[in-house]
Structure formats: structure tokens, C-alpha cells
């Protein structure tokens, strides 16, 4: 799947959509560092540029994320994966998919 392509399903709830109407523009007005939002035509589908933190491998690197928010978003988490190229990371799998373990507590 490439990033211009959208994945099924189904269109975001008013909740949804509210809240990220609302969270666009926080992150238009004062977005957090290293990250900038790509302006795009799809609520449900954010791209945003990431900039390797200073200190790191992957400093100097930008990397895009890709942000699919769910029907009944912020009840249901987004699905998040990195674009080609994905960066060399044992977490990161080489389709972008982020692989993170849940610990229990």
C-alpha cells in the first residue's frame, strides 16, 4: 500500500472528526519539535515528517510517518508506520510496521 492509497474503511464519527479538526490546528499553531504535518487533502490520513534527534544515528535523517485514524478515533488508537525508507531499527520492520511490545505491569 502506498501512501496515496487508502486502506477500507470506514468514515470517521463527529467525535472523531471534531477531535481531529481540533488536533490539526494545535499541531498547525504549535507543532511539537522535530515534527511538521504535511498539508493533505484527508483528515483520516495524516503524513508527518520526522527529524532524527540530535545526538543519534538518525540525526541529520527525516522520515515520514503515516497516520490512519479509526471511525471511532481517539477510542481506538491510529495505525502508525513509517514510509519507504523506513529507518534501519530492530523495532521498525522493513514495511515500515512499528513493533512494540507490551509489557504487563
Known amino acids: ?3 496515496s492509497s487508502a486502506p477500507s474503511r470506514k468514515a470517521l464519527s463527529k467525535i472523531a ?3 481531529l479538526q ?3 490546528v494545535e ?3 504549535n507543532p511539537p519539535a522535530g515534527f511538521k504535518h504535511k498539508v493533505t487533502d484527508n483528515l483520516q490520513r495524516w503524513i508527518i515528517e ?3 534527534a540530535p545526538g543519534t544515528l538518525y540525526a541529520n535523517e527525516t522520515f515520514e510517518l503515516q497516520v490512519d ?3 471511532h478515533y481517539p477510542m481506538e488508537a491510529p495505525q502508525v508506520i513509517f514510509l519507504p525508507p523506513a ?5 521498525i520492520y522493513s514495511n515500515g510496521h512499528i513493533c512494540l511490545g507490551i509489557a504487563s505491569f
Open 50 to 52: 520526522v527529524n532524527g
Open 87 to 91: 529507518p534501519l531499527h530492530p523495532h
Open 1 to 3: 500500500m502506498t501512501s
Open 69 to 71: 485514524f479509526p471511525e
Open 27 to 29: 499541531w498547525q499553531v
Open 22 to 24: 481540533k488536533e490539526l
Open 17 to 19: 472528526s471534531n477531535r
